[in-house]
């Protein structure tokens, strides 16, 4: 093997390792959500959910294929996060899919992409249609006659304080009657529109989005039935970091129903609810801000099915942190691919010197002349 050969393996290493360590990174977006809700008689809600994809500086990326079809891909978890505003257990709820996830440039989409008191219109969305019976719901309470409490439980914005609705149209149709609505917190904002057939609330950032609304409806030819599930959860652990000011609480779902599970966060003038949906045996870690210091205690609750379920009070203890910077991550990478290197010379070096050394001439043997004895034989030979 010569220079060159040696030299070509070195730049292979070395280009495969600077793939390894400088990979494009994904395509990170945002995502305007806008839902419609209709109320149909019987007990049905048609959903409409609107998609639009857009960069941090508040780009349209609808014309981008790549995301498009990503979001496209991921209608089953988007159908099973619909169902979450209306259900515990969304693998008991009764729907079907009107129109799957498609691009329909005639829609729009309200958003506000970051400037204060602005919602952006965005043309063009991916939307996905369902209609579910609310009978077969745990948000679905019946008063008396045809009057029904539904409760929609905005499930982005309890499980990640970072993500909300940014428009919620509710529309009431046929012989549905809005008689009473309410939102929670209390410091949400009001809706933008309120009158007998429509409600629609602009949520310009999650401060003032709702993270439930409330109706009282009269729906007439409602054949309903109770949804019994008995939900089991416990608080399975929890780590605190001083560096960000906050707690991680884990959650394990221990009973035998797949369900949702709101996680209430106590201290001294704060509360907080974190929401996540959990398979029987599974665990999840949701994130609350605090705003006490190390040594201090809050208080945890979890709730599911209209029940508490476990309860536990937290001292603050924060955990040693184990920081890795990308820096750090890449010397030690480029360190590596430097050894590596440094072993492939030493031993292609080893090889060339032992190809490029003189070859030894073969051993020679004079044969003894034949009036040596047997023993004098042996002798020369080496052997006794």
């Not at 099973?80 to 691009?103: C, D």
């Not at 249609?129 to 029904?148: H, I, M, P, Q, R």
């Not at 942190?321 to 010397?331: A, E, F, I, K, M």
């Amino acid at each position: 093997m010569n220079l060159r050969r040696i030299m070509v393996l070195i730049l292979l290493v070395s280009t495969l390792a600077s793939l390894t360590l400088f990979a494009k990174p994904q395509l990170n977006y945002l995502v305007a959500l806008n839902m419609e809700v209709e109320f149909m008689d019987n007990g049905i809600a048609r959903v409409t959910l609107k998609q639009h994809p857009f960069d941090a500086n508040g780009r349209s990326l609808l014309s981008n294929r790549d995301v498009v079809s990503e979001i496209m891909d991921e209608e089953d978890s988007t159908v099973s996060l619909i169902l979450l505003f209306f259900t515990s257990n969304p693998s008991k709820a009764v729907y079907r899919i009107v129109s799957h996830s498609k691009l329909d440039e005639g829609e729009q989409v309200l958003c506000n992409t970051g400037v204060p008191g602005v919602m952006e219109q965005f043309k063009g969305a991916v939307t996905l249609k369902v209609e579910l019976f609310l009978n077969a719901t745990s948000s679905f309470a019946k008063l008396d006659g045809d009057l029904y409490q539904v409760a929609i439980v905005d499930y982005f914005t309890l499980r990640d304080p970072r993500s909300w609705i940014d428009v919620m149209d509710l529309r009431f149709t046929e012989d549905v009657k809005l008689l009473n609505f309410s939102a929670d917190p209390s410091w949400s904002k009001p809706p933008f529109v309120a009158n007998s057939t429509r409600l629609q609330w602009l949520n310009m950032n999650e401060a003032d989005a709702p993270d439930n609304y409330v109706l009282t409806l009269e729906i007439p030819g409602v054949v309903f039935s109770s949804i019994t599930q008995k939900l089991k959860a416990e608080i399975s652990g929890a780590r605190f970091s001083n560096v960000s000011s906050s707690l991680l609480v884990n959650i394990r779902n221990t009973g035998e129903d797949e369900g949702v599970f709101i996680i209430v966060l106590s201290e001294a003038g704060y509360e907080q609810a974190r929401k996540t949906s959990l398979k029987p045996g599974e665990t999840a870690w949701v994130r609350f801000p605090v705003h006490l210091e190390e040594g201090e205690e809050v208080d945890l609750k979890v709730f599911g099915g209209n029940e508490q379920l476990d309860e536990d009070r937290i001292i603050l203890k924060a955990e040693a942190p184990v920081n890795v910077s990308p820096l750090t991550l890449s010397v030690i990478g480029l360190i590596l691919v430097v050894l590596g290197a440094f072993a492939i010379i030493l031993y292609l070096r080893d090889r060339i010197r032992k190809q490029l050394l003189p070859k030894a001439p073969p051993p020679t043997w004079n044969p003894p002349p034949e009036e040596m004895g047997i023993e004098e034989m042996r002798k020369a030979l080496g052997k006794s």
